[in-house]
């Protein structure tokens, strides 16, 4: 099994290697074979576009018969990425799983997740929950992200002033939500923390979340 799960990623990584339409690379990590880096552009007409975007893949034992174990390197603001430790929700890379599968063909349909998030099955819960609330403000912070951690290059529109994202805005936050609270005395790292945790972003900004807010950050 071992001897043809090598000749299966060697030949994998050959292929992609020639492949120069699809732009995912697949580089080995310290010359091991079962430990790669997989890497693709952000698709276009998304808040990820003009990112480069990296992935620590895993080969287990059993590949192809067991899906490889994949994770973001580069930070991703999206519902099914985690934004802590880059772990996905994408059911190809658990049951969905299926031998036919390449790395290349998983890569791409990371990068197909970047297109179309799945709030309703999400990795990272508060992520989903400012796409539900806010698409606006969710498309902003997911563009901070992208500059701040994928090397996207600012985009030249008149809200874009150049200016280096602030904690409160790659929280996907208002700046000006923040400063009303730390303005009573709390401390910006823990309003930030209860803003992100009670989704107080977009149509949840009203006298009922403004007190649970303050519930929270008196306890």
């Given at each position: 099994?071992?001897?043809?799960?090598?000749r299966?990623?060697?030949?994998e990584?050959?292929?992609?290697?020639?492949?120069?339409?699809?732009?995912?690379?697949?580089?080995?990590?310290?010359?091991?074979?079962f430990?790669?880096?997989?890497?693709?552009?952000g698709?276009?007409?998304?808040?990820?576009?003009?990112?480069?975007?990296?992935?620590?893949?895993?080969i287990?034992d059993?590949?192809?018969?067991q899906?490889?174990?994949?994770k973001?390197?580069?930070?991703?603001?999206?519902?099914?990425?985690?934004?802590?430790?880059?772990?996905?929700?994408?059911?190809?890379l658990?049951?969905?799983?299926?031998?036919?599968?390449?790395?290349?063909?998983?890569?791409?349909?990371l990068?197909?997740?970047?297109?179309e998030?799945?709030?309703?099955?999400?990795?990272?819960?508060?992520?989903?929950?400012?796409?539900?609330?806010?698409?606006?403000?969710?498309?902003?912070t997911?563009?901070?992200?992208?500059?701040?951690?994928?090397?996207?290059?600012?985009?030249?529109?008149?809200?874009?002033?150049?200016?280096?994202?602030?904690?409160a805005?790659?929280?996907?936050?208002?700046?000006?939500?923040?400063?009303?609270?730390?303005?009573m005395g709390?401390?910006?790292?823990?309003?930030?923390?209860?803003?992100?945790?009670?989704?107080?972003?977009?149509?949840?900004?009203?006298?009922?979340?403004?007190?649970?807010?303050?519930e929270e950050?008196?306890?």
């Open positions: 099994m071992s001897d043809a799960r090598l299966r990623v060697q030949k990584i050959k292929d992609c290697a020639k492949d120069k339409t699809s732009n995912i690379s697949i580089d080995m990590i310290d010359e091991s074979p430990h790669l880096i997989g890497a693709f552009p698709p276009p007409d998304t808040p990820y576009e003009g990112g480069y975007y990296e992935v620590d893949i895993i287990p059993a590949y192809p018969f899906p490889v174990k994949m973001f390197i580069t930070k991703v603001y999206h519902p099914n990425i985690s934004s802590a430790s880059g772990a996905i929700c994408l059911d190809i658990k049951d969905a799983w299926s031998p036919v599968l390449t790395l290349k063909s998983t890569l791409i349909s990068q197909s997740l970047l297109c998030p799945v709030p309703n099955d999400p990795q990272d819960a508060e992520v989903a929950k400012h796409y539900l609330a806010d698409r606006e403000s969710f498309n902003a997911a563009k901070h992200w992208a500059q701040a951690y994928a090397q996207a290059p600012a985009h030249k529109k008149k809200s874009d002033t150049g200016k280096v994202a602030t904690d805005e790659m929280a996907g936050l208002s700046e000006e939500n923040v400063v009303g609270f730390t303005d709390f401390t910006r790292e823990q309003v930030i923390t209860i803003l992100k945790k009670l989704n107080y972003r977009g149509n949840n900004v009203n006298p009922q979340s403004y007190n649970a807010v303050l950050l008196l306890k």
